[in-house]
């Protein structure tokens, strides 16, 4: 079988929601975010539209980020569902994380392109981002809490843009077992 599809498969079967309490200590460089951001940038889209947005969360503004989502699940819980406990984890992943990619959407038109279309292309992008992540040992997972509908007005992004998640990062535990639970092909096709 062709070597370069026999990697591909490796990758593709390997990669996992690693939650950031799976993550150490350490930062990713500035260099290799952007190259991970760039197979991110090259992802299918229809009409060559790119409707994909990346806002960089790291260092001071994982903080930020962190208060910005404890501070929402505050303001947005009712009293008697309120927990001390989930507003701290509501922002704990943030700061666990080496890096939070903000995954944004800029649409097209509908006239241009269904947004259906626009969105699938995002994921595609963020499948790239993730299969990349999984290819240099660093963990990540796309998280969409309630608040990524604040987010873009909170940190003034231009009018426009939707955030349709947060991609956390960070470099995996070296005894982190993941496992891959998928069902049969025979179970799937039609």
């Known amino acids: 079988m062709n070597k370069n599809f026999e990697i591909l498969s490796l990758i593709i079967r390997e990669r996992r929601a690693i939650y950031p309490q799976f993550f150490e200590k350490g930062q990713i460089e500035d260099q290799l975010i952007y190259s991970i951001l760039e197979n991110g940038r090259w992802a299918p889209t229809h009409k060559k539209t790119q ?35 989930k507003m701290k984890k509501a922002g704990e992943k943030a700061i666990q994380s080496a890096i939070v990619i903000g995954l944004c959407i800029e649409r097209s038109p509908e006239t241009v392109i269904p947004a259906w279309e626009e969105t699938a292309a995002v994921a595609c992008a963020v ?49 982190y077992q993941g496992e891959g639970v998928r069902k049969s092909l025979e179970e799937i096709l039609l």
């Open 51 to 85: 409707p994909w947005r990346f806002k960089i969360f790291k260092e001071d503004e994982l903080g930020r980020l962190s208060e910005f989502l404890g501070q929402y699940y505050k303001e947005t819980t009712l009293s008697s569902e309120f927990s001390e406990m």
């Open 127 to 175: 499948q790239n981002i993730w299969l990349s992540c999984t290819s240099l040992g660093i963990g990540s997972y796309w998280s969409s809490p309630s608040a990524i509908k604040k987010l873009p007005e909170y940190f003034g992004f231009h009018e426009g843009i939707e955030c349709m998640g947060l991609f956390y990062m960070g470099w995996m535990k070296k005894d």
